[in-house]
């Protein structure tokens, strides 16, 4: 638990950013090297990743700042004072989706196959994140009595001294988890687009359970947190592109 790594003159290497970049490392070799198994055009996994990232980042930022428009209502000072940090998740996932797929209509690749080959290393990258989560001390749990509690240091993102639920851990732990799930169907399904559709399903009830024991401030919709409003909406897409491959299959 360590917010800061290192610092080398001015700059400073901080653990969040620095496991997003492993993340983001991991994934594409990953996904390089799925390509190479599954002959895809390898040549396109650079720009999707880069087109992705980029999507991502834009995302996750427009999507916090929508959930703290209060904050931005009352002082628009408030986003240039938070251009390098407070992120969403999920608006980094739709935000990268919706890059790769302009990318996709760009350059006339198949979505849904890329979509379906790159989306365990977007697991992967996650899971990632979260471990720097878990180092920043952002995204924490409620507080716990029980043995898996950890206390964070001063300095942390969250309350220090009172033993919390590693919240980070568990996400990060489902995120490896999904993506084996993935990396296992994906070699015996034969429907373009159902390996995202069950990355779509997984990380949604994840996430839907995983911020009942969160703590941390994060916006509401009704009595459902944001991410829970949004993995409503993420489950109901994946039953859809379900349904709509089993119909396509007997038709």
């Not at 653990?15 to 993340?23: D, E, L, T």
């Amino acid at each position: 638990m360590k917010n800061e790594l290192f610092t080398i003159g001015p700059f400073t290497v901080y653990s969040y950013g620095f496991m997003i970049a492993v993340g983001v490392f991991a994934a594409w070799l990953t996904a390089e090297y799925r390509a190479k198994k599954y002959r895809a055009d390898t040549d396109q996994i650079f720009f999707l990743v880069l087109w992705c990232l980029v999507g991502g980042l834009l995302g996750a930022k427009l999507l916090f700042w929508i959930t703290e428009w209060k904050e931005v209502a009352a002082d628009p000072g408030f986003i240039l004072r938070t251009m390098t940090d407070g992120f969403v998740v999920y608006g980094g996932i739709i935000g990268g989706i919706i890059a790769g797929w302009l990318y996709s209509r760009i350059t006339k690749l198949n979505f849904l196959k890329y979509f379906d080959l790159m989306i365990p290393s977007v697991a992967l990258a996650q899971g990632f994140g979260r471990i720097g989560c878990f180092l920043a001390g952002c995204c924490y749990g409620r507080e716990t009595d029980a043995f898996w509690g950890v206390t964070f240091p001063e300095g942390s993102f969250a309350p220090a001294g009172v033993p919390l639920i590693p919240t980070q851990l568990l996400s990060s732990a489902g995120d490896f988890l999904i993506m084996a799930v993935l990396l296992i169907y994906s070699r015996h399904s034969k429907k373009t687009g159902n390996t995202g559709a069950l990355y779509l399903l997984l990380y949604g009830i994840g996430r839907f359970l995983i911020e009942f024991l969160r703590s941390d401030d994060r916006g509401t919709v009704g009595m459902l947190s944001t991410s829970q409003f949004i993995s409503i909406g993420i489950v109901l897409i994946a039953v859809g592109m379900f349904n709509k491959k089993q119909r396509k299959k007997y038709t």
